[in-house]
């Protein structure tokens, strides 16, 4: 039986909707668990909803409703967020569930059997928004430590876990197991945090305070402190979850995803829990970093928080996906910012690997309809073994090694690396060059062979960060991939696609974003001004201007259109096509002076015909009656390139 991947995210709160701190994790675990199952592991994914203690018993008491009605109300929304994402959790667990409580009393009555649990007299600092006793030398001027809310003092009597007795041989766990918590910044802050005592932990409430959880079953006057009820998920699940539940199969988890704020609970709660049961640890605890927005913490109150459904339903699921996983290194925090978001779109999603899936498709199918391209041994160059080389390495080598470290913006980087190369291989070979000459034909059907080849390994890769996105590249490309199956189980051959694939031209993989947008709940509306003046009728917005389509292009032919001193015809390449342009620079240039330039186009114009010849766009040029000279570019740029 292959090995068992058992992966978690935190059970979320079901006191709001779902924000950008819930979407990141879920996509985080969801693509791992992509991975492994395309590699050919088992793999349990599992989340789901954290619903009980005085965080949700408040949001549903200022509701108006039960908290059960509150939590129902407010499961859907996560469940779709889910879907639309394309998240493919295969459980999905809520702390309602009776066999989930049932499994949180059974623990409890086992500790306390074996004496872990004891009762108590305290008196503490309480903070009603984290839920927890600070000690007298925690407190911060009279606020929590952790959230500065005002923190009140109280007195009770209630359950404790003797969490002490396990400080030592954590600590120890810890030290002899490198990839226990990770990364290592984490690590060692938790080894720093156990440096100090390590207190007993109160997992009892009083039903007089809080009667919102699950009842203990020694005692009917207590409810069970929220962490304890909610870390048993990762086991009480995998009891009647999977399709074949079994602890033995299951555990240990491979990876519990957490955010940074909950890792210490993690870490030190639920490990001395696990001791205390004697049920072996999990292998890694993951703890990544938080997002801001635009430089500034998310709060609801700064209106700032990104709500993923805005984002999903304006730029895609698998683009915001993309974006969470490749701008910060998982572990570290970083900034939601628009221009960074937008940037990536453009630069990486729609010139990048939708230009190389568009610009290979548009050319096997003009230049091989209805089959597919085959490779002549002959006509293979170093240009072809060295992308091969690249291609190969990326599957079989680099991301087995970034997967296995949890470093998704490398394997983006490495993936994005072979999207370049294959872009740079199109410019460098011109397939639309090649289609001209019949001599040309074998190393033309070797080079978009190749392209092709590079496009079916860069599917596979973007399968698990962009399912939606490889299985429309898969479609376009002709490739019968049924990714719910183990596709790279076994190692994959260059040279292996499907020959014979017909390819099929399909809409563009990512559309440009042309207008600054605020992906977020918080629109900012667009500033009244009290008096427009003149000038400002004639200048235009920044849309208005992006709506022109500005490309680097090269000019490959020009010839004198018969009749006319001023205009040419020429024939330019666009790096996704070919295009004939009639450009009234006659009387400046002879078609001798410019073949061969590189310059700007305006790609987007209506056709027109000019003295009977189509012109489908036209070339920048300064001068108002006379032409004074072209514009070009003072870097060596690829063609194609947009131009703003
Ligand atoms: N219910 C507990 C977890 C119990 S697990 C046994 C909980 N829930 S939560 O809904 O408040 O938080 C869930 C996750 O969201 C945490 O991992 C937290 O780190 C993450 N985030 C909340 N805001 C975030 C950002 N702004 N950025 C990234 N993640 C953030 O805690």
Redo the contacts with the bound molecule.
Sequence with gaps: MSKPFYIT?????V?DVP????A??TIAADVLARWHRLIGEEVFFLTGL?EHGQ?VQQAAAKAGVSPQEHCDGLTPQFQTLWQKLGISNDGFIRTTDARHQAVVQRFLQELYDKQFIYRAEYTGWYCTFDERFWTEKDVDNGRCPDCQRPVEQLSESNYFFRMSQFQQRLFDHIEANPSFIRPESRRNEVLGFLQKPLEDLSISRPKSRLSWGIELPFDADYVTY??FD??V??ISGLEYLPPRPSLDRWWPATVH??????LT??AVY?STMLMALEIPLPHTIFA?????MDGE??SKSRGNVVDPYAVIDRFGADAFRYFLLREIPFGQDGDFSHESFIGRINGELANGLGNLLSRTVTMIQRCCPGTAPTPDPSAVTGLETDLQAAAESLIQKTLPHHFQRIEFNRTLEAIWGLVQLGNQYIDKTAPWVLAKNPDDAKRLQTVLFHAAETLRFLCLAAYPFMPNTAREMARQLGLPYDFSQALLKDPIAWGAGESGATVVKGKALFPRVDAPATPSSAQPQPKSSASTSKAEDTLIGIQDFQRVELKVAKILTAERIPKSSKLLKLQVDLGTEQRQIVAGIGKKYGPEDIVGKTIVVVANLKPAKLMGVESQGMVLAAGDEEVQGLVTLQEETEIGTRVK
């Design positions: 995210t935190p059970i979320y709160y006191n924000h950008i701190g819930h990141y994790t954290d965080k929220v962490w909610a870390l998920n990762y995803l957490v955010g940074k704020d909950i609970t993690h639920w990544h970093g938080w997002w801001t913490k998310m």
